[in-house]
């Protein structure tokens, strides 16, 4: 009989880590999912240029939900993972986890959201080339 591990962990390669600041937030104070978004997609777009050799532009992002907020001072770490890899396009999973400001375990994470980023490979001129060419 095997143990079955509850705890989530981050799938995927750590690609980005930054700190979220005031400058970030909303009027409210909270740091919107949009700038999360941003983020996740800059992440998406670091693990598909690395499969495609070069230049990528994101197509699409599957549903995403928020399961928790990111306050000010959170450290945001983002890990990606590719998926699936067509002619021309790149399926990256994409997971957003919190340390939280004042948190004293430094491998306490929480996770925040998860989507699925559909990036396509392009040439110098912008047009949609393969995946395995050069820019």
């Known amino acids: 009989m095997t143990d079955i591990d509850d705890t989530p962990a981050p799938q995927g390669q750590l690609t980005l880590k930054l700190l979220a600041t005031r400058q970030d937030t909303n009027l409210h104070g909270d740091i919107p999912g949009g700038w999360l978004v941003a983020r996740m997609d ?3 777009e670091v693990a598909a240029g690395r499969e495609a050799l070069g230049r990528t532009a994101n197509v699409a992002i599957e549903a ?6 990111v306050r000010v001072g959170s450290m945001v770490n983002i890990f990606t993972r590719v998926s699936e890899i067509g002619h021309s396009s ?6 957003v986890w919190i340390r939280a400001p004042h948190e ?17 490979a392009l040439d110098e001129n912008g ?6 060419q050069h820019d």
Not at 64 to 69: A, E, S, W
Not at 90 to 95: R, S
Not at 104 to 117: S, Y
């Open 42 to 44: 800059e992440a998406a």
């Open 64 to 69: 995403m939900d928020f399961l928790c907020p």
């Open 104 to 120: 004293r375990d430094p491998q306490e994470l929480h996770k925040v959201t998860e989507a699925r980023f559909v990036m396509v």
């Open 90 to 95: 790149i399926k990256i999973d994409v997971e």
């Open 127 to 132: 047009r949609i080339r393969g995946v395995r």
